[in-house]
């Protein structure tokens, strides 16, 4: 398969950028990432933190894995937002959110972990949950195109294309007729 090839080829798959937590609310239209790809300045207070034991040894605060796996799932959750990232010029990361009206928001990312991130993002930008089960609520509710009848958006089987015309426009042949097809016996 051409899409399991290159590094950590799991971010390709569907199931991996469905899981993604954050939905962007309408008015975010433009969602920019500013960050730097070489250097370890967020490595003083990863040491610091590590010798005080206030974190395990394994959590990584660099903003490049926060790049790596979740803004995938960022663009993959969200198509109608444009997903920016700027490399390299900035000395401390940053999150930078445009909206409709105009107005835009900056928020601090130095030396916080993937998790600390995204659960901030979806407190400030994201979606509520009773708006996310709102939405769910609804998508299930849509019935099926194939349904015709009061109340659905075929109101006749004969707008569905490839099916005989209306009878009430265009009579239909003998032999389809009931009537004329068991008076001949």
Not at 36 to 52: E, P, W, Y
Not at 79 to 104: A, L
Not at 163 to 172: E, G, I, N, R, T
């Amino acid at each position: 398969m051409p899409f399991m090839k290159g590094r950590a080829p799991i971010r390709r798959t569907i199931q991996y950028l469905k899981s993604g937590r954050l939905e962007l609310k309408k008015q975010v239209k433009i969602f920019s990432v500013n960050y730097n790809t070489f250097g370890d300045h967020h490595k003083g207070a990863r040491l610091v933190m590590i010798l005080s034991k206030k974190v395990p040894a394994n959590e990584n605060f660099l903003i490049r894995d926060y790049v790596f796996w979740n803004l995938p799932q960022i663009q993959y959750k969200n198509p109608d937002v444009q997903v920016i990232t700027f490399k390299n010029m900035t000395p401390s990361p940053f999150i930078r959110c445009y909206f409709e009206n105009g107005k835009d928001i900056i928020i601090d990312i130095d030396s916080k972990s993937r998790e600390e991130i995204d659960g901030h993002l979806i407190n400030v930008l994201g979606k509520s949950k009773e708006l996310l089960e709102a939405e769910a609520k609804m998508a299930e509710k849509q019935d099926n195109p194939a349904n015709f009848g009061y109340g659905c958006a075929k109101p006749c089987m004969c707008t569905i294309p490839g099916q005989v015309p209306c009878p009430a426009v265009v009579p239909l042949p003998y032999h389809m007729r009931g009537k004329y097809k068991y008076q001949k016996d």
